[in-house]
Each structure stands twice: as structure tokens, then as C-alpha cells.
């Protein structure tokens, strides 16, 4: 195995997802979303580990995501969280798949999918209420929820919102998303719609609006040890179960005015020891952390100099003299002492933890610790 892996803590991820249950307490399930291969941590061993952790709900983008994890034998309810095209409906039909859907076009395609075949597809309605991306305008709810009362092969079994900005220090947007939501559910019971699952919470709703719990939550980034305001932002129950590391391929001695990598962006400032990794942008290390990252090596910050290549990186270990071949280097955890989190990454490129975790590429192995007995036990 090549020495660049993702190390996956399945111990973390039991002990986020225990978390995330005792919040949300016992009136609501939990929904493990494991979408974009489980954020780069791998949906499938993610999705046992959280099972057996507690969740009893599993949460996908497109229904080709939910293919490995039936193919791996998880029966539990699986939704689709985004919607779909006609020509996926057959898919979601043959894994038995609950499917959100934002227009009732798409429930009249899962029903021609499923009626043939004497299957129900369980559909979710997606109320818009200000995330301004997809779902039902809420006056328009009643009528859809009708529509597809009409249908034979579906079914509707929940109604869903989806917050723009729950992780915000001012709740004020998002408890107006949840009063339209709930004007909307009140609606739809006067209708005689009913009784559906009621689910709004991301990971920001589940920690910070209580009100928003509901019969189910659907935390995401918080699962991976993540915290969902990123930043300096933590919570010491949440674990990262997340660490990138390699090993030194190299070491050379880099002389005053000697360049480094592609356009000579980086020359020596004084004799410099440069320590090459083999990963690169290819692996998902962005190239705009070219001269900006660092690296843990011997517990130590080694930063990054000269321009990320596609399969290598140069850091500079001058204040590590001992640097050799083989030494460990970590990208994204902790080694002794320091961390360098995915959060800190993210704040370098401008971004959040969520994509700098899911763009670690498919040709990094991801290597994974087991659940110890304990690794759920602790309060939250």
C-alpha cells in the first residue's frame, strides 16, 4: 500500500453519532448522512458504524450513492435527499429507496417506476421555506400532497424543510424557515394529510434549535468530528475521525537562491532542507495551499514551499534537522501535540471543512481503526 492514506476512526464516528442521538433525545430518529461517499470518510463501513451506533435512518444525495451500501447488505430506510430525473426513478424503485421529492412530476415517474412492479416508494416533500434551492413553494404543498394521494405506487410519508443558515450565532432567519414549515405541516393536516414524518434539522439545527428536532434529524458534517460553524468553532464531545498522513519520500539540502517546484515560485531564502511527500492536488490536496499549508512532521509544523504538484509536495523541514525517509507526515490530524484539523485547511482556501474532507481522492486508501468498546460512552 502506498504510504499516503486517510486514516478513518470508526471509534469517532460512533461516539458522533451517539452524540448527535442523545440530542436529539427520544422522540426523534436518526438519520446518518452519508452522502459524497460518506463526506471522503467511505459511506459504506461509516453507515454500519453509525447503525450500530444508533441511527436507524441513512441519508443520500442521488440514488446511485445508495447502490454499495444495499449492495453491502443495509437494509434500513435509505432517503434520497435530493431530487431526481425521470430516467433515475426505475433505480430508486429496485433498491427500495425512500425519495425526497421537490415537484410532484417526479412522484408521477417513481409511480409509473413502481406500479408495474406492485412496489410503494415512500416520497418526502420538500418544503421550500428560504434555502431558495429546491422544494414546494408552501402554498402550493396542499395541492401536491393531493396529486400524489392520487397516485398508485407512492406513498407520502414525510414532509421536509432544509435550513440556508442554522449554524449562524443569529437564529432569527432560521426560526422563520421553521414557522413557515410549520404553518405548512398545519396546512397540509387541515387537508387531511397525515399523519408524515416532520424533519428539518441539519447538524446546526440539531445542536443550536432544539424547536426543530422533530420525528427526525439528519445531521451530516457533525458525524465526522466536524463542527458545523466551522472556524475556530469546537465542541469537545465531537470527535474528527478523519487523518490524513503520508510518509517522506525525500530529503534533500536546498541552497540559498535554489527554486522549488513548478515556476521557481519558491526560492531559498538561506540553505533550506526540503522534504518531499508523495500526494498532490490529484489526492485531494489543493494547489492554492502552494507556499501556505503546513505539515505535521516529528510533531513539528513544516510548511508547505513551492507549488503543490499533481502526485507530490515540497515542505520545508529546516527546523527539523533529523527529518529522514519515511518519516510520518500528517496533512490533516493530530501527531504529538498539535493538530492541524480540517478546519484550519479550510480557512487557508477560503472554504469550509465539508469540501476540503470530500475532495481527498479515490486513489488514497482509507485505512479503518475500530469501534472500541467504549467509544460511545461518553456524555453529551
Known sequence: MRPTVAEIDLGAIAKNVACAARRAGPAAAVMAVVKADGYGHGAVPVARTALAAGATWLGVAMPEEAAPLRAAGLGRRILVLGPI???QAELVVSLGLDQCVTDPGQAEALARAAAPRGRVVPLHLKIETGMGRVGIAPERAPGAAA???ALSGVRLDGVMTHFAEAEADDQGFTRAQLAAFTRTLEALRAAGVGPV????ANSAGL??????RLDLVRPGIMLYGCHPRGGGHQDPELAPALRLRTAVSQVKDVPRGGSVSYGRTFIAPRDTRVATLPLGYADGVSRALSSRGQVLIRGRRAPIVGRVCMDMLMVDATTIPEVGIGDEAVLIGR??????SADEVAGLLGTISYEVLCRIGPRVPRVYLPVRPDASGSAC
Open 147 to 149: 396529486r400524489i394521494a
Open 335 to 340: 501527531q504529538g501535540d498539535l493538530e492541524i
Open 197 to 200: 414524518l416532520r424533519h428539518a
Open 85 to 87: 430525473a425521470p430516467e
Open 207 to 212: 445542536l443550536y434549535v432544539p424547536e426543530a
